[in-house]
């Protein structure tokens, strides 16, 4: 098997014959080519066959209400007491309903989670997530805020109560693997669902995790929760797909798909990033903070803007769009 990975370019200058990437911003003129067994080969776009050459360069459709044209960002609201960089800050009703109204200024999405799954966490009940999420969606809703909320969750039952409360989007870190009524209760609800790679459970995924190509795995395994989606009834059209940088990832793990996550538009649905203060980039950074690890959170989210990633998820909603639009506005030489 081959796996076609458009090389993703910014400049100005298309050549003739580049195709646009994923209808976005980037574009691409030539593929790397990847296989288990064999080294690397890059060849023009002339040289793929048609449907790929679609695949790889057609809009993605409008995901959640929103169109895919332009980048997302999605921002991070944990209603928990322990999550792994603002846990404790919003657990009290108010105080996150004021963080999410700070957000909304910025935000395209809002992801609200009662559940920390930061390596080592231990499970919460779910009638425990209910009442740290669905209360806070409804008391935005309330406040007259209309942002898209998506829930972050892995039961089924957290997802409903979400979606009953406002709520429109899931964001499942299992990819619908944790909860057995996932995949059902997503299809009934009709619910934008975003697929997160992720392996084992968040207690023990950081034990020692292994792939044979970590790209290639994580792009299999996606491809793989991208088909049992769509047989309990999903269509294509309402999937997203997103690595889940950090999620049973070594730092190496993490560098290899950071560095080549043009691959997974291949999958032919809209891409997340969520790297937000990640642990690596404390690694990397020599940052034991979080809360200080901004400017490697802007500097990945970044990278993955230039490789075409459609959202990105963040803890700081307004820097990012700042030097998202300062991005842009350098390389396209157009003010956004
Ligand atoms: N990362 C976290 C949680 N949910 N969802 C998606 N789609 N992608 C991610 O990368 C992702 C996610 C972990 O970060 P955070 O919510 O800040 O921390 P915690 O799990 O400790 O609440």
Same mark, same amino acid.
């Not at 209309?146 to 892995?154: A, F, G, Y």
């Not at 996550?261 to 997340?272: A, K, M, R, T, Y």
């Given at each position: ?15 003739? !014959? ?11 003129? &030539? ?10 080969? =890059? ?12 695949? #790889? ?7 959640? !209400? ?20 603002? /846990? ?23 992801? =609200? ?6 390596? /080592? ?15 806070? %969606? ?8 209309? %942002?898209?909320?998506? =829930?972050?969750?892995?039961?089924? !039952? ?38 997160? &790679? ?27 929760? #991208? ?25 190496? &793990? ?17 891409? #997340? ?22 400017? !490697? ?6 990278? /993955? ?32």
């Amino acid at each position: 098997m081959i796996y076609v990975r458009p090389i993703a370019m910014n400049d100005p200058a298309r050549p003739a !014959g580049a195709l646009p990437l994923a209808g976005g911003w980037a574009w691409f003129s &030539h593929a790397e080519v990847l296989e288990r067994d064999a080294p690397p080969r =890059i060849v023009p776009v002339a040289d793929l066959d048609a449907e790929t050459r679609d695949r #790889l360069s057609v809009q993605r459709p409008a995901f959640g !209400g929103l169109s895919m044209d332009r980048v997302r960002i999605m921002g991070i609201l944990n209603v928990t007491p322990d999550s792994f960089s603002d /846990g404790g800050l919003f657990l009290k009703p108010e105080a996150a309903l004021m963080q999410a109204r700070v957000m909304a200024a910025g935000a395209d999405i809002l992801d =609200i989670g009662g559940e920390s799954t930061r390596p /080592g966490a231990a499970e919460v009940a779910q009638p425990e997530e209910i009442a740290r999420t669905a209360p806070v %969606i409804a008391a935005l809703r309330a406040a007259g805020l209309d %942002i898209p909320v998506s =829930i972050d969750t892995r039961k089924a !039952g957290v997802a409903e109560a979400a979606f009953a409360a406002g709520a429109s989007i899931l964001n499942d870190v299992t990819a619908l693997r944790f909860d057995p009524k996932m995949a059902d209760v997503a299809s009934q609800l009709r619910a934008p669902v975003i697929l997160m &790679h992720s392996i084992a459970t968040p207690a023990t995924m950081q034990d020692d995790p292994e792939y044979d190509d970590v790209l290639l795995d994580v792009y299999d395994a996606l491809s793989e929760r #991208l088909a049992v989606a769509e047989a309990a009834g999903i269509a294509r059209d309402r999937l997203a797909v997103d690595p889940g940088i950090g999620f049973g990832k070594t730092l190496q &793990h993490n560098l290899a798909l950071l560095s080549r996550l043009s691959l997974f538009h291949n999958l032919g649905v809209p891409v #997340l990033l969520g790297a937000s203060r990640k642990r690596f980039i404390g690694t990397l950074s020599s940052e034991s903070d979080a809360q200080k690890r901004l400017p !490697g959170s802007l500097a990945v989210a970044l990278a /993955g803007v230039a490789q075409g990633m459609q959202m990105i998820r963040v803890h700081d909603v307004a820097e990012t769009r700042q030097a998202l639009s300062l991005w842009q506005a350098s390389t396209s030489g157009v003010a956004q």
